[in-house]
């Protein structure tokens, strides 16, 4: 009797271009929905898990990291805002900052990974928070800026909405990826 082995199910698979855009497009239009559907109500406002869990994504899946992957994902928030906002031209900023978030934190994860460094020794714990610190301000900036024609607030209270939506977010899920 021949016993056929299992495969096991993995999203991501190293040299499947198609499977791997496809599943870059769609995890992004999924997260991206939550966080609008959260958008909704003005408590939940502050919970934007995308960022968190895309940077998680090319941060695990070290070759991913490459330009098309990241232009896929930015392509997905483009055509969700097109769909479902009247932003205009303010998406392509507000969704660059966005694509800072995630191209910052894992960068810097897979640069970590590159040097060796061990990843369950207690000060990667303090890296990881310091890269979500980085990143989150970097997004803030270009975010704040981007969103000033579409907000009645001004610039420096966008600039610590984003920074605390970024920060908190990117803090609580970035680990767990």
Same mark, same amino acid.
């Given at each position: 009797?021949?016993?056929?082995?299992?495969?096991?199910?993995?999203?991501?698979?190293?040299?499947?271009?198609?499977?791997?855009?496809?599943?870059?497009?769609?995890?992004?239009?999924?997260?991206?929905?939550?966080?609008?559907?959260?958008?909704?109500?003005?408590?939940?406002?502050?919970?934007?898990?995308?960022?968190?869990?895309?940077?998680?994504?090319?941060?695990?899946?070290?070759?991913?990291?490459?330009?098309?992957?990241?232009?896929?994902?930015? %392509?997905?928030?483009?055509?969700?805002?097109? =769909?479902? *906002?009247?932003?205009?031209?303010?998406? &392509? @900023?507000?969704? #660059? +900052?966005?694509?800072?978030?995630?191209?910052?934190?894992?960068?810097?994860?897979?640069?970590?990974?590159?040097?060796?460094?061990?990843?369950?020794?207690?000060?990667?714990?303090?890296?990881?928070?310091?890269?979500?610190?980085?990143?989150?301000?970097?997004?803030?900036? %270009?975010?704040?800026?981007?969103?000033?024609? =579409?907000? *009645?607030?001004?610039?420096?209270?966008? &600039? @610590?909405?984003? #920074? +605390?939506?970024?920060?908190?977010?990117?803090?609580?899920?970035?680990?767990?990826?």
């Amino acid at each position: 009797m021949h016993v056929q082995p299992i495969s096991t199910f993995r999203l991501f698979q190293e040299g499947h271009l198609l499977r791997n855009s496809i599943a870059i497009f769609v995890l992004t239009t999924l997260f991206y929905f939550i966080g609008a559907e959260l958008r909704l109500v003005h408590e939940l406002s502050l919970f934007w898990p995308l960022n968190g869990v895309m940077a998680g994504v090319f941060a695990r899946y070290v070759w991913l990291n490459r330009l098309h992957y990241y232009a896929i994902s930015y %392509v997905a928030m483009l055509v969700y805002d097109a =769909i479902t *906002t009247e932003w205009g031209l303010v998406s &392509l @900023a507000i969704n #660059f +900052s966005n694509m800072m978030f995630i191209v910052t934190v894992a960068l810097l994860v897979a640069r970590d990974k590159r040097l060796g460094k061990n990843k369950y020794e207690p000060v990667s714990a303090l890296r990881l928070f310091n890269y979500c610190l980085l990143a989150a301000l970097l997004c803030a900036i %270009v975010g704040a800026i981007g969103s000033v024609s =579409i907000d *009645t607030l001004d610039f420096w209270p966008l &600039l @610590a909405d984003w #920074f +605390s939506e970024q920060f908190s977010t990117g803090v609580l899920i970035v680990p767990c990826m």
